[in-house]
């Protein structure tokens, strides 16, 4: 009777941690996006991750004008130096469903100092290799020194209409999804700066980076 009384408690206990692994497996299975799986909505961490790939040209075309991550079915994916495999509005709804804010939108003539109001986003970068995750301005150099703070903006109707297909703007930018408010919209009009990736530190061309947006306020 003793034996069996011990059996079933050892049975129960094992029941339990097994419940228990699997229920963590269970909570940490979102995994990373990929080209075929390109956005990841995490509601747990706060964060939506999505997949992207990395247009050399402008490493090494750094002087010329180019956007920073653009859905590579939008008007200006040619021009981005990372070519996102989900669509723009994909990633506005996915934003929302973390609970980000999208803020008051600029408008489609935004005063001279309008930036972008909506929700804090820290954002990183990671790929097969990388040593670590690396922020934007570790990535890119703004001319100015000024660095990125970015933030969602409410405009997803014009940024389905233009089909830009902007999800992260160097500038504050009434199509991008979201986008830097160190430069105001007085300072997307000047040009006067300059945006210059790292061409030793990021990867081949074409590689696949992952980014991370998470809410950070």
């Known amino acids: 009777m003793r034996k069996s009384t011990i059996s079933i408690s ?13 229920s963590c497996a269970t909570s940490n299975s979102i995994g990373d996006p990929s080209p075929t799986n390109p956005i990841i909505a995490d509601t747990d961490n706060h964060e939506v991750r999505i997949a992207v790939r990395l247009n050399r040209i402008w490493c090494d075309d750094s002087l010329s004008v180019h956007n920073c991550v653009v859905y590579a079915g939008g008007i200006k994916s040619p021009k ?21 804010d999208p803020g008051a939108d600029i408008g489609d003539n935004p005063d001279s100092n309008a930036v972008p109001t909506g929700s804090m986003l820290e ?13 934007l301005d570790e990535l890119v150099e703004d001319s100015l020194g000024r660095g990125f703070k970015i ?30 408010t160190t430069y105001d919209w007085s300072d997307k009009m000047l040009m006067a700066y300059t945006f210059k990736p790292d061409a030793l530190l990021l990867p081949s061309d074409s590689a696949l980076i992952i ?6 306020d």
């Open 10 to 22: 050892t049975l129960m206990i094992f029941t339990i941690t097994i419940t228990f692994i699997l």
């Open 123 to 135: 954002v990183t970068f990671r790929w097969n290799g990388s040593p670590r995750t690396y922020s």
């Open 151 to 180: 933030r969602m903006h409410n405009g997803k109707e014009r940024a389905i209409s233009t089909n830009m297909g902007c999800i992260m703007c160097y500038t504050a930018c009434n199509i991008s999804i979201t986008s830097n």
């Open 211 to 216: 980014i991370v947006f998470r809410i950070s």
């Open 80 to 100: 981005a130096l990372f070519q996102a495999y989900c669509r723009h509005d994909e990633f506005y709804d996915a934003l929302t469903d973390i609970g980000a």
